[in-house]
């Protein structure tokens, strides 16, 4: 028998062995991530005339188990827009956040890494501390900031008793404190917070990254530069970034994908009201959005969901795009 | 000669740093004692004067001294360029140690202020201008999260259990897959890893809501079930120790079969124990994903008996029942609770996380 003949042989008998062993992997696959595709698709585009409410509705599961009839239309996302300013205040709210978030986090990524970089002592434990932040959980250290940032005002007509400890610093510096989570607050001092709170975060993973492109950086680039009597701002510019551009595309990718997705870190900080006290929603991003109506209207958030994709795939085309035309490989 | 150069100059760096970095703490504490953190006006202002002197000794000895060991060491004309060079370097090196120490205690604050907050006393949180060292450390407030209206014992629990059982479910579904990818054949496999790979573009979002509506069918709303099937295939751990299993030399496995060893116990007895880094890395993240999810937990098992951790901590009322003030003091403890099991993980396995980390770019 030939080898080739052997191989044939043993293929044809391992063959039901490799689907034995891909059962359990397949059908958990096929309920829970193979059907949801089609399913949220077809779901966005049902809905019906409501006549209780008077107005159209997305699809709801457990009115549909009750016999209720849905008709093919785009009405969810028509819906999604119209029925009050929510969406666009989240649509609003997300765009802000990563727009703000992204080029703060991946400029002071790039710097802890190239500071990382060319320090000897040390090292090893700012690499630690650095990385810290990654393993924690977002929501408790949310619910930390927001007692860093937030003050002790249990009656509002009084002044606070207590101001927190950022405000506390900033008064020690001559500043005046600021309501930055509190009832009453302003958006912008809100998202001050949110900004730094995400960028905290976000960092570990952007620095370990870039420092493992650094770390695989030929020194021959410096050596030549040092050669040519380069400064060093120069030799940043012309030498590590451009090196290190493959990895600082991956990281704004990443970043932008996640910056979307964003929900968690506002609900660590704010509560799942998405908002100050007496002000909820007015933080509230689009993956928000999209649970806000997952309990009785999946119609509406498959739709909501569906824009958010199409969203994040645009973003990522544009981004590879531009990378395409800026990495050097 | 040259030994002996060295030996100075890191000796002249390491004082100037350690001077640099003591003064700029004197110099904050004392400006943020004027009037704050009760340290008292007088000692404030010698703590500034210090901080000053201290900081223009770092700037001496980073600077002035570079010259006089230029003066010491450097010959002739090559001296003028390598003096300010060092000079530079040395600056450099004192500016970059500046700016990761400022950025690391930004990093670390949080950390700080939730472990002296969680053993302050409600009266000493609420003080107007809030202590950097508690007075009295009230220890029972950890007690007060097990037994109190959060339950934190009975949230452990429930994790644990998910966490365990959707680990040890998930490794022998990802174990049985990477194995038919890396080593089996049958047709269309590469197809189907191409198409397994192709799922993880799509956002998380768009499986929940259908998911949702799956599983309330199923009638396993508010069961333990809920919280573990779901997520027990993770296509990216597959492609993770997949890439491992390839790298185990195929002789290995025919050697094995002129044993006669059959496949499951070649499966056992070789490829899992080769492959424990990227196991023991598994089982880590998905544990820490237990304990960290909050979005499914929340919408399918928000019930006292299935509740996750998270969840639980989130949607407590740390309200002082009497006073109706908030309770920073439990609400940082408990916090803490939640913290200190992950911050345990990271120092024990950090090699074993920061492998799957820097592939992979998600969270848990």
């Known amino acids: 028998m030939s080898r080739k003949e052997k191989t044939v042989k043993k293929k044809s008998k391992n063959q039901w062995k490799a689907w034995l062993y891909l059962t359990p992997m397949l059908i958990l696959l096929l309920v829970f991530t193979v059907w949801p595709i089609f399913n949220t698709v077809r779901i966005s585009f049902l809905c019906r005339w409501n006549p209780d409410l008077g107005a159209i509705v997305g699809y709801n599961y457990s009115d549909a188990m009750n016999g209720a009839k849905y008709q093919f239309g785009i009405n969810n996302f028509i819906?999604?827009?119209?029925?009050?300013?929510?969406?666009?205040?989240?649509?609003?709210?997300?765009?802000?956040?990563?727009?703000?978030?992204?080029?703060?986090?991946?400029?002071?990524?790039?710097?802890?890494?190239?500071?990382?970089?060319?320090?000897?002592?040390?090292?090893?434990?700012?690499?630690?501390?650095?990385?810290?932040?990654?393993?924690?959980?977002?929501?408790?250290?949310?619910?930390?900031?927001?007692?860093?940032?937030?003050?002790?005002?249990?009656?509002?007509?009084r002044p606070p008793v207590s101001v927190g400890i950022i405000n506390t610093i900033i008064e020690a510096f001559g500043g005046k404190y600021i309501n930055w989570v509190d009832s009453g607050s302003s958006y912008w001092a809100n998202i001050a917070v949110l900004v730094i709170y995400i960028v905290w975060n976000a960092l570990p993973f952007k620095i370990l990254v870039l420092l493992g492109g650094l770390q695989n950086v030929d020194k021959q680039y410096y050596d030549a530069a040092k050669v040519d009597g380069a400064s060093r701002w120069r030799t940043f510019w012309r030498v590590t970034v451009p090196l290190l551009s493959p990895m600082i595309a991956y990281v704004v990718i990443t970043g932008f994908i996640g910056g979307f997705k964003e929900y968690t870190s506002i609900v660590g900080?704010?509560?799942?009201?998405?908002?100050?006290?007496?002000?909820?929603?007015?933080?509230?991003?689009?993956?928000?959005?999209?649970?806000?109506?997952?309990?009785?209207?999946q119609g509406k958030a498959s739709a909501a969901a569906l824009i958010l994709f199409a969203i994040i795939f645009v973003v990522t085309m544009i981004n590879m795009y531009v990378s395409k035309k800026k990495v050097h490989y | 000669m040259?030994?002996?150069?060295?030996?100075?100059?890191?000796?002249?760096?390491?004082?100037?740093?350690?001077?640099?970095?003591?003064?700029?703490?004197?110099?904050?504490?004392?400006?943020?004692?004027?009037?704050?953190?009760?340290?008292?006006?007088?000692?404030?202002?010698?703590?500034?004067?210090?901080?000053v002197l201290a900081l223009a000794l770092a700037v001496w000895s980073l600077l002035l001294l570079a010259k006089i060991e230029d003066k010491l060491f450097a010959t002739g004309a090559t001296g003028e360029i390598s003096r300010r060079e060092r000079a530079q370097k040395t600056l450099v090196k004192a500016v970059l140690y500046l700016f990761l120490s400022v950025l690391a205690l930004a990093?670390?604050?949080?950390?700080?202020?939730?472990?002296?907050?969680?053993?302050?006393?409600?009266?000493?949180?609420?003080?107007?201008?809030?202590?950097?060292?508690?007075?009295?450390?009230?220890?029972?407030?950890?007690?007060?999260?097990?037994t109190g209206s959060l339950n934190l014992g009975r949230l452990f629990l429930n994790t644990v259990i998910v966490g365990v059982v959707s680990t040890l479910?998930?490794?022998?579904?990802?174990?049985?897959?990477?194995?038919?990818?890396?080593?089996?054949?049958?047709?269309?496999?590469?197809?189907?890893?191409?198409?397994?790979?192709?799922?993880?573009?799509?956002?998380?979002?768009?499986?929940?809501?259908?998911?949702?509506?799956?599983?309330?069918?199923?009638?396993?709303?508010?069961?333990?079930?809920?919280?573990?099937?779901?997520?027990?295939?993770?296509?990216?751990?597959?492609?993770?120790?997949?890439?491992?299993?390839?790298?185990?030399?195929?002789?290995?496995?025919?050697?094995?079969?002129v044993d006669g060893a059959?496949?499951?116990?070649?499966?056992?007895?070789?490829?899992?124990?080769?492959?424990?880094?990227t196991l023991i890395s598994i089982t880590i993240l998905k544990m820490m994903g237990s304990w960290n999810s909050y979005i499914w937990p929340r919408l399918v098992a928000n019930d006292d008996l299935h509740r996750l951790v998270t969840v639980g901590l989130r949607g407590a009322d740390f309200r002082d029942t009497l006073t109706q003030l908030p309770d920073f003091p439990l609400q940082m403890a408990a916090v803490v609770l939640v913290t200190v099991p992950l911050l345990l993980v990271?120092?024990?396995?950090?090699?074993?996380?920061?492998?799957?980390?820097?592939?992979?770019?998600?969270?848990?």
């Open chain 1, 79 to 157: 819906n999604v827009f119209t029925t009050g300013d929510s969406f666009l205040t989240a649509l609003g709210n997300t765009m802000l956040l990563t727009v703000l978030t992204v080029p703060i986090s991946t400029m002071l990524a790039l710097l802890i890494a190239v500071a990382l970089n060319s320090i000897k002592f040390l090292k090893k434990f700012f690499q630690t501390v650095f990385f810290l932040p990654y393993v924690t959980n977002a929501i408790a250290i949310g619910m930390v900031f927001a007692a860093m940032f937030g003050m002790v005002w249990p009656n509002l007509a």
């Open chain 1, 269 to 297: 900080i704010f509560g799942d009201s998405m908002g100050p006290y007496g002000a909820p929603g007015k933080l509230n991003t689009m993956v928000g959005f999209i649970y806000d109506s997952i309990d009785n209207n």
């Open chain 2, 2 to 51: 040259k030994d002996n150069r060295k030996s100075y100059v890191g000796l002249r760096l390491t004082a100037g740093i350690l001077l640099g970095t003591a003064g700029a703490c004197a110099v904050v504490v004392g400006m943020l004692g004027f009037g704050l953190f009760a340290l008292g006006t007088w000692l404030s202002l010698i703590l500034v004067c210090i901080g």
């Open chain 2, 107 to 146: 990093m670390i604050f949080p950390f700080y202020w939730m472990l002296i907050s969680s053993v302050k006393t409600v009266e000493e949180y609420n003080l107007a201008t809030p202590t950097l060292w508690p007075h009295e450390f009230r220890w029972s407030t950890y007690l007060a999260a097990f």
């Open chain 2, 169 to 257: 479910l998930s490794l022998v579904v990802t174990v049985l897959s990477a194995y038919a990818f890396a080593r089996l054949e049958f047709k269309g496999k590469n197809m189907l890893f191409a198409a397994l790979l192709a799922t993880m573009m799509i956002p998380g979002e768009l499986f929940t809501i259908t998911n949702y509506i799956t599983v309330s069918r199923f009638g396993w709303l508010h069961t333990f079930t809920v919280l573990i099937v779901p997520f027990l295939v993770s296509v990216f751990y597959i492609y993770l120790l997949r890439q491992n299993f390839m790298q185990i030399p195929n002789e290995l496995y025919l050697a094995a079969k």
């Open chain 2, 262 to 277: 059959s496949d499951l116990k070649y499966l056992w007895k070789v490829m899992i124990p080769l492959a424990s880094p």
């Open chain 2, 346 to 364: 990271f120092i024990l396995f950090r090699k074993y996380i920061m492998r799957g980390v820097s592939r992979s770019g998600i969270k848990g």
